[in-house]
């Protein structure tokens, strides 16, 4: 049991204040697991490069500082993880720099760009903190807003060439920059001798494209955090590791302080790392234990008056390769992303092809096999097909080639598509059942008061599946169905309440 002796002063952060349900769930688990694990982790030990004494009066002066802009947050996004990681990677870099500037014998605050800065919540805080910075990133978030003017933020895409240097910044942060994280330290590099990079890797991207894995021994994560060091010292940085203490499981940062060169040597080092990015240009990955495919015979592809096989795609590559030296890129191939995020969890397609699956795996369902007949849970006489269970790929197999195709291209597929329709299915351990709204109804009843107004005011502004579908009708009676039992049942939906900005 958890007992809190001042909950109202309990602010769980995932840091430092934890989820008093993860205290009561899960901690003992984990020390239990932790004293009889192997020491042999990876990964380096927790605020290994900074005082962590230093660091926690630090955090909790932010905490409470920017506690409010969690009452305020305008995005979609959960506030308090967005917040307090944050709160906690502005804490880490401020204990970093002021270290740093005792070590040199500096007394300016260090200045910064942060590339893909997303909501912008870390450039506000290291700004509001005297650090003079600014942000840049593909979209404009809402949360900008809120900042004032004081906080630089700009709309812009990134593509690393001659153009995207900062000559006159001490430091280039990327704080999950996803297709910009391999490039950071280049672009680091070849902006000043002095110029340093601080990167918290997340997505795994190469320079052009998704990154793709060579070594089965290692976890894909581990494996990145390699390559992103690779990159580093290719550059000419001693780059060094360390792990943040924040709610997330890519915590693990790379810092490069310091080159292996002197400012003499920068002209060659620069040649170096031209070869190493066009080394990993157009390299085709084979899957483990097998060979790279070998070229065609010659007499297969030869073409009068045309270079074959393997010529014509390294003369397809140079080509590129001068035009892109023409343009001052430093790699052809690379693409920001776009300003307009695509909808990729089936919320966008149409409205009729959702329907028409739904209903295909609803009669899939209800003509499965099952244990026995349902029959209500409060224990009424009525028996009501609660249809059997298939498997997600079951399901997929009774479904025709063109609709798996356009499915397949939406994140997450069939079951995604499932998962939404949820006043209809239900998917648990891969396996899809129909939903039985009399247990919903139960679930409810349990739940707080807070959540049963939230159901509430959701009440009847959808149409029954089930009342227009189900061979049986409805489980439940008009009355006590969450939804309208025909058209004139309908109620219009209520316009969420936002929340004030202040």
């Not at 893909?116 to 919540?121: A, D, I, P, V």
């Amino acid at each position: 049991s958890i007992l809190i002796f001042c909950p109202e002063r309990w602010h769980s952060d995932g840091t430092v204040y934890p989820k008093p349900a993860w205290l009561g769930e899960e901690l003992l688990a984990r020390l239990a697991r932790w004293s009889v694990g192997s020491k042999k982790r990876g990964f380096k030990s927790t605020l290994s490069l900074i005082s962590v004494i230093e660091y926690s009066k630090t955090y909790q002066a932010l905490k409470e500082k920017h506690k409010d802009m969690v009452k305020v947050w305008p995005e979609v996004t959960d506030p308090e993880k967005f917040v307090y990681e944050d709160v906690a990677i502005a804490a880490y870099l401020l204990i970093l720099w002021e270290e740093e500037r005792a070590e040199l014998g500096l007394t300016a605050k260090q200045s910064f760009v942060d590339l893909g800065c997303g909501n912008g919540l870390l450039v506000h805080i290291l700004s509001t903190e005297g650090h003079p910075g600014r942000g840049i990133d593909v979209r404009r978030r809402k949360i900008w807003d809120v900042y004032g003017p004081q906080t630089c933020l700009e709309e812009g895409a990134i593509t690393p060439s001659d153009e995207t240097l900062f000559p006159d910044v001490d430091w280039l942060i990327g704080n999950h920059s996803d297709e910009l994280t391999p490039w950071i330290p280049v672009i680091a590099a070849r902006s000043n001798y002095s110029c340093r990079f601080f990167v918290l890797p997340c997505c795994f991207f190469d320079f052009v494209g998704k990154y793709a894995r060579r070594q089965s021994r290692k976890t894909q994560y581990r494996e990145y955090l390699d390559f992103v060091t690779e990159v580093g010292l290719a550059c000419g940085f001693h780059v060094q590791e360390d792990c943040l203490r924040i709610p997330s499981t890519k915590r693990v940062c790379l810092i490069g302080k310091r080159r292996t060169y002197p400012p003499t040597g920068e002209a060659l080092m620069d040649e170096q790392r031209t070869q190493y990015i066009n080394s990993r240009q157009g390299r085709p990955v084979s899957p483990p234990g097998r060979e790279p495919p070998h070229p065609p015979p010659r007499a297969a592809v030869a073409r009068a008056g045309r270079p074959h096989g393997r010529q014509a795609l390294d003369a397809g590559a140079a080509e590129e390769g001068a035009e892109a030296r023409a343009a001052g890129l430093w790699l052809s191939g690379f693409h920001p992303r776009e300003k307009a995020e695509r909808v990729r969890n089936c919320a966008a397609l149409p409205r009729d092809f959702v329907d028409q699956v739904v209903l295909q795996v609803g009669h899939l369902l209800l003509d499965a096999e099952r244990p026995c007949a349902g029959s209500s849970p409060s224990g009424s006489l009525k028996a009501w097909n609660r249809g059997g269970s298939l498997s997600l790929a079951d399901v997929a197999s009774e479904l025709d080639g063109e609709t798996l195709r356009r499915l397949k291209r939406e994140c997450g597929g069939l079951q995604t598509l499932l998962k939404n329709n949820h006043q209809v299915f239900e998917v648990r351990s891969g396996r899809v059942h129909l939903r039985d709204w009399r247990e919903e109804r139960l679930r409810k009843q349990r739940q707080p008061e807070a959540k049963r107004r939230l159901f509430s005011e959701a009440f009847k502004t959808r149409l029954c599946w089930f009342f227009s579908h189900h061979p049986d009708g409805c489980a439940l009676p008009s009355d006590c169905c969450p939804f309208a039992h025909g058209p004139e049942e309908l109620r219009p939906a209520q316009t969420p309440r936002r929340k004030q900005v202040l």
